[in-house]
């Protein structure tokens, strides 16, 4: 059989390659590059009919090639074939989904959506009764000629950022950020991170930035380079910088900080608690007995068992009498009975407590205490007015006459407020007869009665709620503004190539790259000449190599 030296010696002209196979059985390949006619103990593969240019492959094996098993060999390509194809299948759709995915305009698209349905959500009033949308959003006259209840109800934007589109949207948003990470900002950031030396001057010369220095040294560049703050590489006659890597990694922290935003707000809608609650001055309520559960996640903490007691509520006014600020002075007491908290909340200023955050939002009038002709004081309920527009008004009856007796027609003091620092009267007949401020302790006669207003006791409008997705939003948040600035570092890279005693530089940038060409020429100003010692060009290039 022949050996590779004689096939040599057979062609000494013809172009080839040989590599080595591990044993069973050694074999040795040679290309050739022109068919030739075959000799014993050769194997010539079979080339399909009408390709007269492809390459002949020869084998020559140093053993002979085991019997082969052809019902063995069959079943194995059977399976074989058979999981190849459904791996290969996988994978095909797997890429096809990434790409689409990954598709910049669909990804747009979805932040459009989104900001679209938010934008509706501040809109549509959030979590009312349905007879609110009923009312507002009638079927016989729908807003915008389109807009009724139903498109409200249905697909829940009545709760819009817990709705199952709002959801699934941002679950798709998710998703196009992931697979742009994988399939485009990972290779970005791979192949930034490679030393690329290059051994062509024209190449270099090609680049965005490139430039000659005919008595010069990649060494003295370098140098220069590294005092500029460039990663500095060099191999042989070549030399490769960059600078900026940190701006290639950005998006991808970019796009961490986007998912961190949407897993807390998705975290929000779902495992969050919500309450409201309307207490009388020196009252209590446990905290877990007003609070609702927003989504499937939601799992009430300890902490509801905490019991929360009104202490005082009282507001502040303006000159013009409207009211400017209202308090609350609330305690909180655990189960033992002892308090854990105390603190005096007004609006935008919440107490916080275990992970339940409670706000001032609204405020009532509970009750007026009145003494009539030096008997009581008597608690009389203060039922709100109903009025056009936001102004609130209050109203109470004081009778006259026994409210048991048979006389359906009881005749009283009427006392409207709008506000808890002034009461307006009005006597049996409803002609006006004065106003009295609480804390004036100034009687007033009506029909012969005299009636005394000894205090306003007001009712406070409190918001509660569990939001467990609030940290991972503001850090999602922090690292958004952190990673987009670093977005903005450019991404420098340079090339060079010592060319007997020239220096041939070149390089390129993602960003400001009219500022990169400047800072480049100021760089390769500061190269120093060589000269030798009788101020001869020494010709560097043998030391380089």
């Not at 799992?299 to 409207?322: C, I, K, L, Q």
């Amino acid at each position: 059989m022949p050996s590779a030296a004689s096939y040599l010696l057979l062609n000494p002209c013809k172009p080839f390659s040989f590599r080595r196979v591990s044993p069973p059985p050694p074999r040795l390949h040679v290309s050739c590059a022109a068919p030739r006619k075959g000799s014993g103990g050769g194997r010539r593969e079979a080339v399909p009919a009408g390709a007269s240019k492809a390459k002949k492959r020869v084998v020559f094996f140093d053993a002979a090639p085991p019997v082969s098993q052809p019902g063995v060999e069959k079943t194995a390509k059977e399976g074989g074939g058979g999981g190849s194809a459904a791996l290969a299948l996988v994978r095909r759709a797997t890429k096809r989904t990434l790409a689409v995915l990954s598709n910049l305009p669909l990804a747009i698209s979805e932040m459009f959506a989104i900001s679209a349905l938010m934008a509706l959500g501040t809109v549509i009033d959030q979590g009312e009764a349905p007879s609110y949308y009923f009312e507002k959003f009638p079927e016989d006259n729908p807003v915008f000629g389109f807009i009724t209840w139903r498109w409200i109800l249905t697909p829940g934007f009545d709760h819009m950022f817990s709705s199952p589109v709002f959801l699934g949207l941002l679950v798709l948003l998710a998703a196009s950020l992931m697979a742009c990470t994988y399939t485009t900002q990972l290779p970005m950031v791979k192949v930034a991170r490679r030393w690329s030396f290059t051994h062509s001057g024209e190449r270099i010369r090609k680049q965005e930035f490139a430039d000659s220095l005919p008595r010069a040294s990649i060494q003295d560049l370098g140098v220069i380079l590294m005092g500029a703050g460039y990663e500095v590489f060099t191999k042989g006659p070549s030399l490769y910088a960059f600078k900026g890597l940190a701006g290639r990694y950005a998006p991808i922290g970019v796009h961490l900080a986007m998912l961190f935003i949407m897993a807390g707000a998705t975290l929000s809608a779902t495992g969050s608690f919500k309450g409201s609650v309307d207490v009388p001055q020196g009252l209590n309520f446990v905290i877990g007995d007003v609070m609702k559960p927003r989504g499937v996640l939601s799992v009430a903490p300890d902490v509801f068992n905490t019991e929360v007691h009104v202490n005082r509520f009282y507001m502040e006014y303006y000159d013009s009498g409207e009211v400017s600020q209202f308090y609350s002075d609330l305690s909180l007491f655990n189960l033992d009975g002892k308090e854990v908290m105390r603190k005096t909340i007004k609006v935008n200023d919440p107490l916080r407590y275990g992970g339940v955050t409670i706000y001032q939002t609204d405020w009532g009038f509970s009750a007026l205490q009145v003494k009539k002709n030096g008997e009581g004081p008597f608690n009389l309920a203060m039922a709100p007015l109903k009025l056009n527009g936001d102004k609130k008004l209050f109203g109470t009856f004081l009778p006259l006459e026994d409210p048991d007796s048979s006389n359906p027609n009881v005749k009283g003091i009427s006392m409207l407020a709008r506000d808890l620092q002034s009461i307006v009267l009005y006597d049996q007949d409803g002609k006006f007869v004065g106003v009295r401020r609480p804390s004036s302790k100034l009687p007033i006669e009506i029909n012969g009665n005299e009636i005394l207003i000894e205090d306003a006791i007001g009712s406070t409008g409190l918001d509660l709620k569990t939001d467990p997705g609030v940290p991972i939003v503001y850090a999602g948040f922090g690292a958004l503004m952190l990673t987009t600035c670093i977005s903005y570092l450019s991404h420098s890279q340079i090339w060079a190539l010592q060319d007997g005693t020239t220096v041939i530089v070149g390089g390129k940038t993602n960003r400001a790259k009219l500022e990169f060409s400047e800072e480049m020429n100021r760089l390769l100003d500061k190269v120093p000449e060589l000269i030798s010692a009788d101020e001869n060009v020494v010709d560097i290039k043998s030391t380089a190599t």
